[in-house]
């Protein structure tokens, strides 16, 4: 099974400031990888995702995420944060085309100082 | 309205209550999940329906009983919970139960007195 870590908990970032978020998943072949975002009180929101091809993925609001299979990870970058960009952010894989289970990591929360 | 709809957003109830959340997605999509977010754990998957059909039940206590009368509604069903039962509940859904991109519901905050 199919497993993702997202090992910062808590970042600070200044606003203007680059960001980026870690996550490494455990999985033996070429996995689905997804990041989420959800603001105070709201549900998740699809940020970018990764299937196959270009290892490097542009998303919503200015993020990005680059697929490295060597290393394991996906992680989340944004090269000038914004006050709104203040929320937890989560990882998740799913396994292949068959696998509908997402697994997701324990989140990862931003918070954006002026 | 569109994309994935929950109600209630907040439900405070008694452990001996019975309560029902519903999620409606407004996508066409044929599958549709429930979801429980517990503060600083990793979101469980509890349910997961597939035209209309449980497909999955990933080891739920029989407190919380789901039901899926079209591919455009699920509900859940809940009674006798207890405090710990306290979370976020969140609704997804999507094309079919192999697709790749589930979409979310804003959830309802539940709170078990």
């Known amino acids: 099974a199919q497993s993702v870590t997202q090992p910062d908990i808590h970042i600070t970032v200044s606003e203007g400031a680059s960001l980026e978020l870690r996550c490494n998943y455990s999985?033996?072949?070429?996995?689905?990888l997804f990041w989420y975002v959800q603001s105070p009180g709201q549900g998740l929101q699809l940020l970018l995702k990764?299937?196959?091809?270009?290892?490097l993925v542009q998303g919503i609001k200015g993020f990005e995420a680059e697929f490295k299979r060597s290393q394991s990870s996906f992680n989340l970058r944004k090269p000038s944060v914004h006050w709104s960009d203040a929320a937890e952010y989560f990882c998740?894989?799913?396994?292949?085309?068959?696998?509908?289970?997402?697994?997701f990591g324990a989140g990862t929360t931003v918070t954006v100082r002026a | 309205e569109t994309g994935v709809t929950q109600t209630p957003r907040h439900l405070v109830m008694g452990m001996t209550n019975k309560k029902s959340l519903k999620c409606e997605q407004h996508?066409?999509?044929?599958?549709m999940y429930w979801y429980k977010q517990s503060a600083k754990k990793p979101l469980e998957l509890m349910f997961v329906?597939?035209?209309?059909?449980?497909?999955e039940n990933n080891s739920v206590p029989s407190r919380f009983s789901p039901e899926c009368p079209n591919s455009s509604h699920l509900f859940l069903h809940l009674h006798t919970l207890q405090p710990e039962d306290s979370a976020l509940y969140l609704c997804?859904?999507?094309?079919?139960?192999?697709?790749?991109?589930?979409?979310f519901g804003p959830g309802t905050r539940l709170l078990v007195l």
């Open positions: 997804a859904s999507s094309q079919r139960r192999a697709e790749e991109t589930q979409y």
């Open positions: 999985y033996g072949a070429t996995p689905y």
């Open positions: 990764y299937f196959s091809g270009d290892t």
């Open positions: 998740a894989v799913r396994g292949g085309s068959n696998d509908y289970k997402l697994s």
């Open positions: 996508l066409g999509h044929n599958a």
């Open positions: 329906y597939n035209f209309k059909e449980q497909t």
